[in-house]
């Protein structure tokens, strides 16, 4: 029993030791099964993971762009259409504008300033715009509604919030409310077509109008000073004075908040850009496509008036600067630019009738100064004359080398023919390599169509600087349109436009006076 105990013994023992080779086993192929079952769950869910993530890309690649349409007549386009239009562009991805035909204004509304080329060119050229449709009617029919549904793939229609009536008193948009494919933005107050022509109809005097730009009896018209204004309906010329208050934020929202590259070519043109229109628009595309940058300067409203008469311009500074800062093809505006453009662009330049008189010192002043002229370095040391009229737009020096003679018109120092007499100066030249300017401008343009160009052969050329520098350039206008001409519209068939002022402008009188809070600007 006991050899049998001690068998027993034995084969037990041998059981037991072979067990842990049996448990290697099992374990080995317990950690497979694991490992296989969590790299088929690995595999799965990241098959879903990247399923999933390309569904999602391929969603954000086929979502369909919000478009959105907005139909006007766009008439002596303004800031106000333009601010329409760019609060429409923000309620989508893409803005698709209708311009109503020439017929068609004239069957609703009389007939219109500016043709419908015209205002095509104004429209397109707005930097908010995507695609404009010509000829579209002035009334939003049910077939034209589902034109725009199915062809264009327009998603809603935007109105401001100025009731529009059709003739026979029905509501513009009912069509597209019902739908539910409205939207409405906020009206931009203080300007209007109807103002606009109101203000040109308040200063009309004169009946015989000249055909020629420079010079004409119109111009002589709005020279006469008559600066009466009149409230809503006064003088029967059924326009008010304008409601515009400007913002800082207005203007943010219209500048592109970008300036130019290092090596950028600036361009620079200056005007008063009165009543913005397609000729002010097409030579700022002809002066856009000769650089990387163009810089607009925008004349204050006393120089305007003292250039072209009392009751010019019709817009003010403000209204100006919005209406080209809304073109596309404009990078910057100066507000308020000075008439002269001098080397240095950062300095303020006066006319001859803002000289003044300084008190006399009690002792000579000497003084030193350096300037970049035509590529020179100028040290200049001059002997003051208690007795003299001093001006900050030129320094006046005997005819002579051309350093002296360009002086006389470089916007730095004292300007009067009598100063050349109180001075004793040295000048020193040496060749500089760079050219240093305020607004780094590579060249100056000027369109040959404008309200005059007589000053180019006169004393008092705004370019002379330029010109001296090589850096002028005349450019050939592609069309013939200046502010006389819209102006001129205007007076040749005051009385239509009179007339049809007034009952546009009762309308305008009720939305003033009936006018609630609108969220949006």
Not at 25 to 44: D, E, F, N, P, R
């Amino acid at each position: 029993m006991g050899g049998g105990g001690g068998g027993g013994g034995a084969d037990g023992g041998s059981d037991i030791a072979l067990h842990p080779e049996k448990v290697k086993i099992v374990a080995t192929c317990l950690v497979v099964a694991v490992g296989v079952s969590l790299l088929g769950l690995y595999l799965k869910s990241g098959a879903e993971w990247r399923s999933n993530w390309s569904l999602s890309l391929n969603k954000k690649k086929k979502k369909k762009p919000i478009r959105v349409y907005m139909h006007g007549c766009f008439d002596m386009m303004h800031y106000g259409h333009c601010n329409a239009l760019r609060q429409a562009r923000a309620l989508g991805d893409q803005l698709v504008v209708g311009v109503v035909s020439d017929d068609e204004i004239i069957a609703n509304k009389g007939p219109p300033v500016t043709p419908v080329h015209e205002r095509m060119i104004m429209v397109n050229a707005v930097k908010w715009v995507d695609e404009v449709i010509s000829d579209a009617p002035y009334a939003i029919t049910e077939d034209f509604m589902k034109k725009l549904f199915d062809e264009y793939n327009i998603d809603y229609i935007i109105h401001g919030d100025d009731p529009c009536v059709l003739p026979d008193g029905t509501d513009a948009y009912a069509l597209a409310k019902k739908a539910g494919r409205y939207k409405q933005i906020k009206r931009t107050e203080g300007v209007s077509s109807t103002d606009i022509v109101g203000r040109m109809l308040l200063c009309t005097r004169e009946r015989s109008i000249s055909d020629s730009h420079n010079q004409s009896s119109l111009q002589r018209q709005f020279s006469h000073g008559h600066s009466q204004k009149f409230e809503d309906g006064g003088s029967g010329s059924g326009t008010r004075v304008s409601h515009f208050l400007p913002t800082s934020r207005r203007i943010v929202q219209f500048s592109n908040g970008k300036g130019p590259g290092q090596d950028a070519r600036i361009i620079y043109i200056d005007g008063a850009f009165d009543l913005f229109h397609a000729g002010h628009v097409e030579i700022l595309k002809l002066a856009r496509a000769l650089g990387d940058f163009l810089l607009v300067g925008i004349h204050n409203d006393q120089i305007v008036s003292s250039k072209r008469g009392a009751h010019r311009p019709i817009m003010n500074l403000h209204e100006r600067s919005l209406s080209v800062l809304a073109c596309q093809y404009v990078d910057e505006v100066i507000i308020g630019a000075p008439w002269e453009v001098s080397k240095d662009m950062g300095k303020r330049g006066y006319t001859g009738d803002e000289r003044r008189s300084l008190s006399p010192p009690p002792f000579l002043l000497f003084f030193f100064s350096m300037m970049i002229l035509n590529g020179y370095a100028l040290f200049l040391m001059c002997e003051w004359n208690p007795n003299i009229v001093y001006s900050p737009s030129g320094l006046c020096f005997p005819e002579g080398s051309r350093p002296q003679t360009a002086l006389k018109h470089a916007n730095l120092a004292p300007s009067s023919s009598q100063i050349v007499q109180s001075y004793s100066w040295r000048v020193m030249l040496k060749k500089v390599f760079a050219l240093i300017t305020t607004f780094n401008i590579s060249s100056v343009v000027h369109g040959t169509v404008a309200e005059n160009n007589d000053f180019l052969k006169e004393k008092d050329n705004p370019y002379v600087v330029p010109i001296s520098m090589g850096i002028f350039q005349v450019l050939d206008s592609p069309l013939d349109i200046t502010t006389t001409t819209i102006i001129k519209r205007i007076v040749s068939n005051h009385e239509a436009y009179q007339k049809r002022n007034q009952k546009k402008a009762a309308s305008e009188r009720r939305y003033y006076e009936d006018k609630v809070y609108v969220s949006g600007d």
